[in-house]
């Protein structure tokens, strides 16, 4: 591999990114391929950033929680069939829907039916994550368990308390006498000040979109990723073991049923999904290339990324620190990963704006669709195209051979190149999975594909006056919270009742169906999907609450 090419490329990338601190490796079973390291871990210490540098992983901590709860089913102390109750007998979670048990797999695979957040307790530095079983008692299943894919931080979180109970060890012990020292790598849990001042030499602060060092919001849920650090060379050891399967840690059959994606329906083979504690699907880079496994990881300010191909023995490792980072650090896992593959002289095709479009007069997308992004009203305009709104931006959508519909620029600005390769890169395709009508989405990065599911067919809902009289501008009640900025806006769109909130790096735009005078769930497919929001007039005014939240009305 050309070094110094490589080097700058990421320079480049890192520097318009405004990163103040990258590490990168490649690496196959055997060592590291390439090494990238940039900035500072501790800008204001001169501390440089280097392969020894404690960074936080975040959700790639769930690939460890995965790891542990196979070693005991492995040692036959549980079963992935098992009902949670068995392990957690006080466990219990309201419902309107049937079902026979939450499973230890459904909880692996973020299909138990569990909500996304806590966001009280995600953010609450004096709450502990024992604290997620008597909250969860006052919560609803979003699905049937085993039913719909909904990544769920809560669902992680019960499983680091079953490797508890079933260990006799706590979570931090199990992970680093059973995992972490069998590997010849240190995991390390520093949940304050106090904790990571013996790692000061090594520790890497975190850093806001201006540069600034700033305390990380996400302290509390700590089996599904938080105030977890590890160093880029151990995080290569930990990868390497998917690589070797040697049975340093767990048998090889165990790894590879971790590679393995247990669902019947053929759409699951198709899109984003969590199979044994690792993500299917994420980058689709085509055949030549074969299976991309892995998992991401994302704090307020750090965000790291870890992948690798069991075909090709080859994995990438990123890790930042700094919230900006968001927008680029899995296109510098990419850039490396693909100059690799094609030294190696494996085809990696460059992903196509432009599709070959076909005539179609099929009414199969007219309809409204709740999303993540908001409604998806998708209609017929007067010359007879079918048109909509992605992200509040007006496209057309032009039917593909393969069933899809690529979306494409309707506004002048948006067909200026940069904004319309990003527009066409999303296409969209009309589904059923189980019973329900629901939209797939196809997003084309340069080098690779990622299809999920974007949302459901909308469900009409009037909206009683006591929604309608609490629409406005609302702001965190809890004081506790007070710092963080956040956006929360209820109101009434084309008879559509909408929530939107946007704090840290989340942006929830949702349709609402309101089930009662003073109760709403999100509607939707997927993460907080669902979930409920409750509405409450106090004597000073109006009040909702959602994911653990309370907003009170400006």
């Not at 440089?48 to 936080?56: G, R």
């Not at 930042?320 to 899995?330: E, L, V």
């Not at 999303?371 to 007067?382: A, P, V």
């Not at 069933?403 to 969209?428: A, D, E, N, W």
């Amino acid at each position: 591999m050309e070094v110094q090419n490589l080097n700058k490329k990421l320079d480049k990338i890192s520097k318009k990114g405004k990163a103040v601190g990258v590490n990168l490796a490649l690496f196959d079973s055997k060592g590291i391929i390439y090494n990238y390291n940039y900035g500072y871990a501790n800008k204001e210490q001169g501390m440089k950033s280097n392969n020894d540098s404690l960074y936080m992983i975040g959700s790639n901590t769930k690939v460890l929680t995965a790891l542990a709860i196979l070693k005991l089913m492995e040692e036959g102390k549980l079963s992935l069939e098992d009902d949670v109750k068995k392990h957690i007998p006080e466990f219990e979670v309201k419902s309107y829907l049937q079902y026979d048990k939450i499973s230890i797999k459904n909880l692996l695979m973020h299909r138990s039916g569990l909500v996304s957040d806590l966001f009280h307790l995600i953010l609450g530095k004096t709450r502990d994550y024992h604290e997620v079983i008597p909250e969860l008692r006052e919560t609803y299943l979003t699905a049937t368990p085993g039913k719909m894919f909904s990544y769920s931080n809560v669902g992680y979180t019960v499983l680091g308390i079953v490797i508890e109970r079933v260990s006799g060890l706590s979570y931090m012990e199990y992970i680093q006498e059973e995992i972490a020292k069998p590997l010849g790598i240190q995991v390390h849990f520093l949940l304050n000040e106090e904790d990571r001042q013996p790692f000061a030499s090594s520790v890497s602060l975190c850093y806001d979109r201006k540069g600034k060092a700033v305390e990380d919001n996400l302290s509390t849920l700590l089996p599904a990723g938080s105030n977890t650090y590890m160093s880029l060379s151990d995080f290569i050891k930990f990868g390497q073991m998917f690589l070797k399967k040697d049975g340093a840690l767990l048998k090889k059959e165990t790894l590879e049923l971790m590679e393995t994606l247990d669902l019947e329906e053929p759409i699951d083979q198709e899109v984003y999904n969590v199979g044994f504690g690792l993500i299917h699907k994420q980058y689709d880079m085509g055949e030549q290339v074969g299976k991309v496994l892995g998992h991401g990881g994302n704090t307020t300010c750090h965000h790291s990324m870890f992948n690798y191909i069991p075909e090709l023995d080859v994995g990438i490792v990123v890790m930042t620190n700094s919230q900006s980072a968001i927008g680029f650090y899995a296109t510098a896992g990419m850039t490396v990963l693909v100059e690799y593959l094609k030294e190696k002289g494996i085809v990696v095709e460059e992903s196509k704006a432009e599709c070959e479009h076909i005539k179609c007069d099929s009414n199969d997308m007219v309809g409204k669709y709740a999303t993540g992004l908001g409604m998806m009203d998708i209609k017929r305009n007067n010359k007879s195209e079918l048109v909509t709104k992605v992200s509040k931006i007006p496209v057309r959508l032009c039917p593909c051979k393969d069933g899809y519909y690529q979306c494409t620029p309707v506004k002048v600005i948006h067909k200026i190149p940069i904004f319309k390769s990003s527009i066409q890169g999303m296409r969209l395709k009309p589904a059923t999975y189980l019973g329900e009508d629901i939209m797939l989405f196809e997003q084309s990065g340069k080098f690779h594909k990622t299809k999920g599911v974007i949302g459901c067919k909308y469900e009409r809902t009037d909206i009683p006056d006591s929604f309608r009289a609490a629409c406005g501008n609302y702001t965190i009640a809890d004081e506790m919270f007070k710092d963080i900025k956040c956006k929360c806006q209820l109101k009434v769109e084309d008879e559509v009742l909408v929530l939107e909130i946007a704090a840290l790096n989340v942006k929830l735009n949702s349709c609402l169906k309101v089930v009662g005078e003073d109760l709403a769930i999100l509607q939707g497919f997927g993460r907080l999907a669902r979930e409920m929001v409750k509405l409450q007039k106090r004597d000073d005014g109006y009040y909702l609450t959602f994911s653990g939240i309370v907003f009170k009305k400006i």
